[in-house]
């Protein structure tokens, strides 16, 4: 069955410096996807970053990067030069393609609460 | 352009009783995904529309919830009758197209509390 693993219930971080939110998963599917997304208190899912099973580079999208390590079956999401803003709780999510197109549905990790201290 | 809404943002109804949510998801987005957050635990996928049609409801926790997108637009979801460990955040998100990198957008969620 497919899982995704966030091992880190919460991180702090210094403002400015850089954090690494762990994730791990598990698939026997070849084809899949991964996905970050942001949760500030407010509620809103937001989406950060997106890496394909068969992409040859690690996905960067601003100051966010994914740490992708396809044979450890890891997708750490890498935060550089942390700001309070950053604070909120992030998720870890794959989504699993089919060759048929129609199975779409995305699977999450438990969620990482990442608080910034100034 | 506007994001997907959702209605309303918070809920709570007593055991027994029904309720019904809403997503409005972003014009032109013919997949539709509810979603929904329990207890503090993993969010968990409910089903999937593509326009008007359910092509994947397997998350669908049991008959009491009913799920309905008419016309292809704005979908709808029903439980009746709400029980108790039916509380949590109920996630609406839209996509236009389906699988590979295609991002799914998502509301900001209905809390429902079941008393």
């Known amino acids: 069955a497919q899982k995704i693993t966030q091992t880190q219930p919460g991180m702090f971080v210094q403002e400015k410096e850089a954090v690494t939110l762990d994730c791990t998963y598990d698939t026997s599917d070849p084809s899949y996807g991964l996905f970050w997304y942001k949760q500030p208190s407010s509620g809103e899912m937001i989406f950060l970053i997106y890496q394909g099973s068969y992409d040859q580079q690690n996905a960067t999208e601003g100051r966010y990067s994914l740490n992708f390590q396809k044979a450890r079956k890891s997708a750490n999401l890498v935060i550089s030069a942390s700001q309070l803003g950053d604070s909120a709780m992030y998720f870890c999510a794959m989504r699993e393609v089919s060759y048929s197109g129609g199975y779409n549905k995305l699977i999450f990790g438990a969620g990482t609460r990442l608080a910034v201290h100034p | 352009e506007a994001g997907v809404t959702q209605f309303p943002s918070h809920s709570v109804i007593e055991k027994g009783q029904t309720v019904t949510l809403r997503c409005d998801p972003i014009s032109g987005h013919d997949n539709l995904y509810w979603y929904r957050r329990v207890m503090g635990k993993e969010i968990k996928f409910l089903l999937h529309?593509?326009?008007?049609?359910?092509?994947?409801e397997s998350g669908m926790p049991n008959n009491r919830f009913l799920a309905e997108r008419t016309g292809g637009t704005y979908s709808t979801l029903k439980v009746q009758p709400a029980e108790l460990e039916d509380s949590g955040v109920y996630f609406c998100?839209?996509?236009?197209?389906?699988?590979?990198?295609?991002?799914?957008?998502f509301g900001p969620g209905t809390r429902l509390t079941v008393l």
């Open positions: 529309f593509v326009k008007e049609s359910k092509q994947d």
């Open positions: 998100a839209s996509s236009q197209a389906a699988g590979g990198r295609s991002e799914q957008f």
